[in-house]
């Protein structure tokens, strides 16, 4: 028997894979998620599918934005999913394929489909089927910002409707057989952080912007004491020479 790996190991393969430090405002997103991502991957009931993709692949992506230095993304996101034992390319690929479906399908193609009505079919359809396989699928709140996403898609300023929003949760909930309380307080709680972590990172960029002001200043005061203190020794020698200088016979 296999055994079940830690949380220990699965943040060791992570940050072997990823060596360089990580922003302290984000370094807390990435072991959460990496967390979550590890528990899921060793639960029984657990089933890998493209709606939870998706919701791992936006989490991090609106979670991660604005961070510098950028080249950095790609390799924390390689890490992250290599930790679990996934590969990037496969969960952008799925996350992908899953969204475009669903854009092109609309709500009421996305709902027929994960409602596995007859004549649906495609990335929406298979989601459902792998959902439906047991009957103990394992829901997660990356699951939720998964579908939340979806909605996101199909429904027109879903975000800015809190009755569309409520509905369309509903909706989709009795569709999948979710709990529907924890999938309306996870995604309040998702949509609460998003903007917790957008007013952090916006205190954090001012306050690298005023420390840069400060160094400016700092190298400018350094400049010009500099220059007064070299216009102060030019002074110094002109008089020196002139005093030196003999005078004219009279």
Same mark, same amino acid.
């Given at each position: 028997?296999?055994?079940?790996?830690?949380?220990? =190991?699965?943040?060791?393969?992570?940050?072997? *894979?990823?060596?360089?430090?990580?922003?302290?405002?984000?370094?807390?997103?990435?072991?959460?998620?990496?967390? =979550?991502?590890?528990?899921?991957?060793?639960? @029984? #009931?657990?089933?890998?599918? $493209?709606?939870?993709?998706?919701?791992?692949?936006?989490?991090?992506?609106?979670?991660?934005?604005?961070?510098? $230095?950028?080249?950095?993304?790609?390799?924390?996101?390689?890490?992250?999913?290599?930790?679990?034992?996934?590969?990037?390319?496969?969960?952008?690929? &799925?996350?992908?394929?899953?969204?475009?479906?669903?854009?092109?399908?609309?709500?009421?193609?996305?709902?027929?489909?994960?409602?596995?009505?007859?004549?649906?079919?495609? $990335?929406?359809?298979?989601?459902? #089927?792998?959902?439906?396989?047991?009957?103990? %699928?394992?829901?997660?709140?990356? %699951?939720?910002?998964?579908?939340?996403?979806?909605?996101?898609?199909?429904? *027109?300023?879903?975000?800015?409707?809190?009755? &569309?929003?409520?509905?369309?949760?509903?909706?989709?909930?009795?569709?999948?057989?979710?709990?529907?309380?924890?999938?309306?307080?996870?995604?309040?709680?998702?949509?609460?952080?998003?903007?917790?972590?957008?007013?952090?990172?916006?205190?954090?960029?001012?306050?690298?912007?005023?420390?840069?002001?400060?160094?400016?200043?700092?190298?400018?005061?350094?400049?010009?004491?500099?220059?007064?203190?070299?216009?102060?020794?030019?002074?110094? @020698?002109?008089?020196? =020479?002139?005093?030196?200088?003999?005078?004219?016979?009279?």
């Amino acid at each position: 028997m296999n055994e079940i790996r830690t949380v220990s =190991e699965t943040k060791r393969t992570f940050y072997s *894979l990823h060596q360089r430090p990580i922003n302290a405002i984000y370094r807390r997103v990435v072991e959460e998620l990496m967390v =979550e991502m590890h528990l899921l991957s060793v639960s @029984a #009931d657990f089933r890998f599918e $493209p709606i939870y993709v998706l919701g791992v692949v936006t989490a991090f992506d609106r979670f991660m934005t604005g961070y510098q $230095p950028e080249r950095d993304l790609g390799s924390i996101f390689h890490a992250l999913c290599q930790s679990v034992g996934g590969n990037v390319d496969d969960y952008r690929y &799925r996350a992908s394929n899953l969204l475009d479906a669903a854009k092109a399908t609309g709500f009421e193609g996305m709902k027929a489909a994960l409602n596995r009505e007859d004549g649906s079919g495609g $990335p929406l359809r298979e989601a459902a #089927d792998v959902i439906f396989a047991e009957s103990s %699928f394992k829901y997660s709140r990356l %699951f939720g910002i998964g579908l939340y996403t979806l909605l996101e898609a199909t429904v *027109l300023d879903l975000a800015e409707n809190a009755d &569309r929003l409520k509905e369309a949760i509903e909706s989709f909930a009795a569709t999948l057989n979710l709990p529907i309380d924890k999938l309306q307080k996870d995604l309040e709680l998702y949509r609460g952080n998003l903007e917790k972590i957008a007013q952090a990172r916006i205190t954090y960029e001012d306050m690298l912007e005023a420390e840069r002001r400060k160094r400016e200043q700092r190298a400018a005061e350094k400049s010009a004491a500099a220059e007064a203190k070299a216009a102060a020794e030019a002074g110094a @020698a002109t008089e020196a =020479e002139v005093n030196a200088a003999p005078s004219d016979p009279a």
